[in-house]
């Protein structure tokens, strides 16, 4: 397989797959576009896909090419080839190394909070564009408790409690794990009350990896 010019396509479809294989088919119809980056055709759904990390992650990331001479485990050879040779390694091996074509991706992921500040002013301008829903979906490159998934989800329906157009769900993507944040029901402090979550094997990462690219 030849090498893909870097671009963020490549988790975009990470995305869409994710979605439709844990959630349904009502986003099998999704379509690769921009502002927002999936889109239902009828206008019905606009989700934005972003990434966040925590600065300190970024001095810990590796580019794989300069690991293709390390010693690894007989079971981890071929997915660990697999990174090197297509330059992405997430949804492979845990999300331990990054491709190095996805490498100028995560560098210039933000924090968390302040992504969502960004992208929640984005949506609340129009930026987006007229679509009946919005979604935020964000990879996220540090684990998440379930406490810190609630309080992210409290932050951002802050954020947005006044605006005229928000985000009605919000996407929470773990190498192991999707969290489905409902923004629209809210408890009487205006709180959101519905997060679900799906778990995704080391076998489900390797196919959204493998159609991904």
Known sequence: MSKRKFDTCFFERYAQITLETCLGEDYADLVNEDRPDLQMP???LGIE???AMEPKKDAAMSMLKEMAGFDVAEQDREE???????GYGYGLQEGKYIGHLEYE????????????ESKVRKVGSGFYGDFAEYGLYIF???DLTEEEVILTMEYTSDLQR??????????LSLIDKLYVCDLTQVDHLHHPTKCTSH???????KEFFLRAL
């Open 199 to 205: 778990d995704i094997s080391r076998k489900m990462c």
């Open 49 to 51: 896909v972003t990434r």
């Open 162 to 171: 006044n605006l005229d157009v928000k985000y009605s769900k919000m996407y």
């Open 140 to 142: 996220c490159k540090d």
């Open 80 to 86: 660990v080839d697999q990174i090197i040779r297509t």
């Open 42 to 44: 009828d206008r019905s």
């Open 105 to 116: 991706y995560w560098s210039l992921a933000q924090p968390l909070r302040r992504i969502i």
